[in-house]
């Protein structure tokens, strides 16, 4: 049984940091992309972050690009993504997902078959 389990959320003061992991059990963690995507009420799910499968290529959205940095332990069938000077518009559930590495980033979450449930990061001014 895939899963996917998000920890590391809270509510934070804006430039504070906070950083999430994403815990992966049930596929073999080293041969997959791993991608954090973000969503509000109403708002359609949005890219933040992908990494492959080695960990030595990264992708991020505009918005967080030089503020967030995603990681992962294969050891640990774990990722990670490390916010830094947060702000209130990063305010959002965030979700980790994952897929087969197709040789290139993808930011659309249609792309990625697995997901866990999320994790809320709320950031007041």
């Known amino acids: 049984q895939e899963q996917l389990v998000e920890a590391g959320g809270g509510l934070v003061q804006a430039g504070d940091s906070l950083n999430l992991s994403c815990t992966v059990s049930?596929?073999?963690?080293?041969?997959?992309?791993v991608g954090w995507f973000r969503q509000s009420p109403g708002i359609e799910r949005g890219f933040v972050a992908t990494?492959?499968?080695?960990?030595?290529?990264?992708y991020y959205g505009e918005s967080v690009k030089g503020r967030f940095t995603i990681a992962r332990d294969n050891a640990k069938n774990t990722a990670y993504l490390q916010m830094n000077n947060l702000k209130p518009e990063d305010t959002a559930r965030y979700f980790c997902?994952?897929?087969?590495?197709?040789?290139?980033?993808?930011?659309?979450?249609?792309?990625?078959?697995?997901w866990g449930q999320g994790t809320q990061v709320t950031v007041s001014s």
């Open positions: 990494i492959d499968p080695s960990g030595s290529r990264s």
């Open positions: 049930g596929l073999t963690f080293g041969s997959y992309a």
């Open positions: 997902a994952a897929d087969l590495w197709i040789g290139v980033p993808t930011t659309r979450p249609q792309t990625y078959r697995w």
